[in-house]
């Protein structure tokens, strides 16, 4: 096996394991926010794609899709804090799984019923067709870009959370809620917002996988499982956990795929289990909420 | 592990009359489920209710009894119901003894997943049950050799059913109904034992105040591995009589929408009940069976039943009912 051919793989993995990041970061952050895990996260990524080609089609841009998508989706998002997660705040931490999982089906289904069951080509926007010369092999471009984006979406995520009056309100919300009710925060307005947000990541994430798989109902039930596997190995809560476990996770599935295919899809899975059995909290998670 | 004093108690503190006659649940929900198939439109849902009904009751034992939340009980639904048919498909096993070679391999497995997912907690839990159990989807799915992969698993068929001398033709829904509720039976007589036992007030400990529990001197961990384990060793009884049943096991069994679908039945019926589960099934199939007549779509009411069930209605039906006519209360 040449170097070459591994470095593209690599390269491989991180396109992969950059969506898996770009997802998971959704899920981790309202997890860390709000204390709720939505069980809806796939089929809400899975919408995001949708939402993404029918913008595209209705515009007749693919940018226009990557833009919009991502924001009527998180409005969509906060909808549903507002109208269903709201009330179960106090009760058992199972009931938003709960019902968060029974609006899965109706989502899911909703699809069906809107762009039926069969998937959807989702066409590589004309701009990022064919592939990259990078010296040492062909890189399709549309990945590298997915990379890019990423990595500039991290970027000013970290610096709104770590650099601005607003990224200092949410981590401090993170940490005490009643102490920030107490000096004049409308937490409420603070846990709509971050759900908004994390919802309008998992539609960003359903856009940019769409060019690289098939658009059907049922992506958003696979995509649930890898985000799940991410922030159990990164650490629920972390969002430096999220991103080191997404591109772990992505390198090793395109790492295993070059030497034994049919051990890809499991391959994730054995590595949650091992990072379980040495480290239960996740690399970066805080022990006591979760393990 | 010292014995706690209190494990009669629960069980006891039934005081009205209607409570002393639901002490005898074992012997009620069997001659209930005796008149299902006469109930019901037709033998084949009575059959279902009774299948899905023992894979909910082991769930109920997880979730309702002990307040672990799995999002993967498919994987032993589906382990029953693969090394059942394995068993008698490619080594030829008689059925009687496939069982409960099939029950206990899936316990096995239910220990190694055990041994992972409890030692997280809460929303943890539920997520790491439910990746590993994908895992046995993958496997399954990678295993097309033994498993017969995307297609399912066929080649076994259990047409006659030999009992103390007797020819049972087990193609007949009748027939085959009463025998699968001989299973059930089985199953629910054990798990009334489980809750009946000192280790059932154990779990229930845990339930209510796991850092209680552990402060009474409990083991915790030890204890929810085994609950794990007996869980799965009855919803694969389920998954036994499924593979009995059908003849074929469909990939899907082991998908974690199945899993989804094992928890929508016990929240429906109730968590905590003993019968809960068998009301859980059998409302989720008949209105399964119903909607499906008049739209391709039925999942989305489904969907919406259960988030309504969520947010107005978490006992679920049978709960509910039993808190209404003040049994279920004097019971906790």
């Known amino acids: 096996m040449d170097l070459p051919l591994i470095i593209m793989q690599l390269l491989s993995g991180i396109a992969l394991g950059a969506v898996l990041v770009i997802t998971a970061l959704g899920l981790t952050i309202v997890f860390g926010m709000l204390g709720v895990v939505n069980f809806a996260h796939g089929a809400l990524f899975m919408i995001g794609a949708y939402?993404?080609?029918?913008?595209?089609?209705?515009?007749?841009?693919?940018?226009?899709?990557?833009?919009?998508?991502?924001?009527?989706?998180?409005?969509?998002?906060?909808?549903?804090?507002?109208?269903?997660?709201?009330?179960?705040?106090?009760?058992?931490?199972?009931?938003?799984?709960?019902?968060?999982?029974?609006?899965?089906?109706?989502?899911?289904?909703?699809?069906?019923?809107?762009?039926?069951?069969?998937?959807?080509?989702?066409?590589?926007?004309?701009?990022?067709?064919?592939?990259?010369?990078?010296?040492?092999?062909?890189?399709?471009?549309?990945?590298?870009?997915?990379?890019?984006?990423?990595?500039?979406?991290?970027?000013?995520?970290?610096?709104?959370?770590?650099?601005?009056?607003?990224?200092?309100?949410?981590?401090?919300?993170?940490?005490?809620?009643?102490?920030?009710?107490?000096?004049?925060?409308?937490?409420?307005?603070?846990?709509?917002?971050?759900?908004?947000?994390?919802?309008?990541?998992?539609?960003?994430?359903?856009?940019?996988?769409?060019?690289?798989?098939?658009?059907?109902?049922?992506?958003?039930?696979?995509?649930?499982?890898?985000?799940?596997?991410?922030?159990?190995?990164?650490?629920?809560?972390?969002?430096?956990?999220?991103?080191?476990?997404?591109?772990?996770?992505?390198?090793?599935?395109?790492?295993?795929?070059?030497?034994?295919?049919?051990?890809?899809?499991?391959?994730?899975?054995?590595?949650?289990?091992?990072?379980?059995?040495?480290?239960?909290?996740?690399?970066?998670?805080?022990?006591?909420?979760?393990? | 592990m010292t014995r706690p004093s209190s494990g009669e108690v629960l069980a006891k503190s039934a005081p009205s009359g209607l409570g002393r006659i639901l002490d005898h649940r074992v012997l009620l929900s069997i001659a209930v489920l005796a008149l299902l198939p006469w109930l019901l439109p037709s033998k084949a849902l009575a059959v279902n209710v009774l299948i899905y009904g023992v894979v909910v009751m082991g769930y109920n034992l997880l979730f309702g009894y002990t307040g672990l939340l799995s999002f993967g009980q498919a994987a032993f639904f589906g382990a029953g119901a693969y090394f059942t048919g394995i068993a008698i498909g490619r080594y030829g096993v008689p059925w009687f003894a496939a069982v409960p070679i099939a029950v206990l391999l899936s316990t096995g497995l239910a220990a190694l997943i055990g041994v992972v997912s409890t030692r997280t907690r809460g929303i943890y839990f539920s997520m790491v049950t439910l990746a590993l159990a994908q895992l046995v989807y993958y496997v399954a799915l990678q295993a097309a050799s033994f498993t017969g992969g995307e297609n399912g698993l066929r080649g076994f068929t259990v047409d006659r059913i030999s009992l103390f001398g007797l020819q049972v033709n087990f193609l007949d829904p009748v027939n085959k109904y009463y025998v699968l509720m001989g299973f059930a039976g089985l199953a629910m007589w054990f798990q009334s034992r489980i809750l009946n036992s000192p280790f059932g007030a154990v779990i229930e400990a845990i339930r209510e105040n796991e850092q209680r529990a552990r402060a009474c001197g409990y083991d915790v961990e030890r204890s929810k591995l085994v609950v794990f384990m007996l869980s799965g060793a009855i919803s694969s009884l389920g998954g036994c009589m499924l593979a009995l049943h059908l003849s074929i096991v469909p990939l899907d069994i082991l998908h974690y929408q199945t899993s989804g679908m094992i928890v929508m039945m016990v929240l429906l019926g109730g968590a905590r009940s003993f019968f809960g589960p068998f009301v859980g099934a059998a409302s989720f199939l008949i209105l399964e069976d119903v909607v499906s007549l008049w739209t391709p779509h039925w999942q989305i009411f489904v969907g919406a039943i259960f988030v309504l069930f969520v947010l107005f209605l978490p006992k679920g039906i049978w709960g509910t009912l039993l808190d209404a006519i003040g049994v279920g209360k004097a019971r906790q």
Do not use: H
Not at chain 1, 99 to 115: A, N
Not at chain 1, 130 to 142: A, K, M, N, S, T
Not at chain 1, 173 to 192: E, K, S
Not at chain 1, 239 to 257: E, F, H, N, Q, T
């Open chain 1, 51 to 291: 939402a993404g080609l029918y913008l595209a089609s209705l515009t007749g841009s693919f940018w226009w899709g990557l833009l919009l998508a991502p924001i009527l989706i998180g409005a969509f998002g906060m909808l549903i804090e507002f109208v269903l997660i709201r009330r179960l705040y106090g009760r058992s931490i199972d009931d938003p799984l709960l019902l968060t999982f029974g609006l899965s089906y109706i989502l899911v289904e909703g699809v069906r019923i809107v762009f039926g069951s069969d998937g959807i080509p989702f066409p590589t926007p004309p701009q990022l067709i064919g592939v990259l010369d990078l010296g040492i092999g062909f890189f399709p471009r549309y990945r590298l870009f997915v990379i890019v984006l990423v990595a500039v979406v991290l970027v000013a995520l970290w610096m709104t959370l770590e650099k601005t009056r607003i990224g200092l309100i949410v981590r401090a919300g993170a940490r005490d809620p009643t102490i920030m009710q107490v000096l004049g925060v409308d937490i409420g307005r603070v846990w709509l917002a971050i759900f908004g947000l994390g919802v309008g990541l998992a539609a960003l994430g359903g856009v940019l996988a769409g060019p690289m798989r098939s658009v059907n109902p049922e992506m958003g039930s696979l995509v649930l499982a890898e985000a799940f596997v991410v922030t159990v190995i990164g650490g629920l809560g972390s969002i430096v956990g999220a991103v080191v476990a997404g591109l772990m996770v992505g390198i090793s599935i395109s790492m295993v795929a070059l030497f034994a295919p049919e051990m890809a899809t499991i391959v994730m899975f054995a590595l949650m289990a091992v990072v379980l059995l040495i480290r239960p909290q996740g690399l970066f998670g805080v022990r006591g909420r979760t393990a």
